[in-house]
């Protein structure tokens, strides 16, 4: 988890929705707005990730929370706000404010996708003109189809398994869980050679079957682009407050 690279957090960040008493949101349009955010809408929220319509109640569970989040509304007016538990669906206690995290990490951006799609097509292009020359037309048709299957629901703004493979093509500079943390925060690594050689064997693991995925017609070349190398996690850490800890006579070298 800490190799990977994640949308930028002013991006994440950006997708939060905050309400409180005063509050006024259409029902339809909190409905929208959180089908966005990567909610599913289902009859009844019995689990993270998962969003509910009954009447002028709407029941939300974000991934942040222990707990589920309803919403009353009157018209566009909030009602109530209460904390309410998924296995006996009944109301806990009032709440004063809600933050409804995105229920995903990576969300389509409403800016930049005519960009990223003509970015995407220009590396299809590229991978299957090089799959060609190999004679490898059965995954160069392959790539096609695959491709051409996410770009219809990209433009849709449709989510499907796999989408975060695109992240690349969306955000210039991807970041990683450590930017996340605050400056003023203290990162503890414990172990730091053991980590060290967690990440780089897990780097090389991820390179190794990517290069046998873009044989078989399968990513685009951008993948790599998605895992942090050690000497970039390192380098992000020396520029906050870390503190490492480690039961072993191992220096940890950039």
Not at 114 to 138: F, G, T
Not at 140 to 160: I, K, N, Q, Y
Request: charged share 30%.
């Amino acid at each position: 988890a800490l190799a990977e690279r994640l949308v930028p957090p002013e991006a994440y960040f950006a997708n939060r929705l905050t309400l409180d008493m005063e509050s006024q949101i259409d029902i339809e349009e909190l409905a929208s707005r959180l089908a966005a955010m990567g909610y599913e809408r289902t009859d009844r929220v019995d689990g993270p990730g998962q969003f509910s319509v009954r009447g002028g109640i709407v029941d939300v569970f974000p991934p942040t929370e222990e707990h589920g989040i309803r919403i009353e509304l009157f018209d566009i007016e909030i009602d109530s706000l209460r904390a309410f538990d998924t296995a006996t669906q009944r109301s806990t206690h009032n709440l004063q404010e809600v933050v409804i995290c995105p229920a995903r990490e990576f969300l389509l951006p409403k800016e930049g996708l005519d960009a990223a799609i003509e970015a995407i097509e220009r590396a299809v292009n590229l991978q299957v003109q090089r799959l060609k020359s190999l004679n490898n037309h059965d995954a160069a048709r392959s790539l096609e189809d695959r491709v051409s299957w996410h770009m219809e629901r990209l433009v849709e703004g449709v989510p499907f398994p796999g989408m975060e493979q695109y992240k690349p093509y969306f955000y210039k500079n991807l970041a990683t869980l450590l930017d996340y943390v605050s400056p003023e925060q203290v990162i503890l690594v414990d172990e730091p050679a053991r980590v060290r050689e967690q990440v780089t064997a897990h780097q090389a693991d991820f390179a190794e079957r990517h290069t046998l995925r873009l044989e078989q017609g399968r990513v685009l070349p951008n993948e790599t682009k998605l895992i942090a190398s050690w000497n970039d996690l390192y380098a992000r850490m020396r520029e906050g407050h870390a503190l490492h800890i480690s039961g072993l006579a191992k220096r940890v070298a950039g």
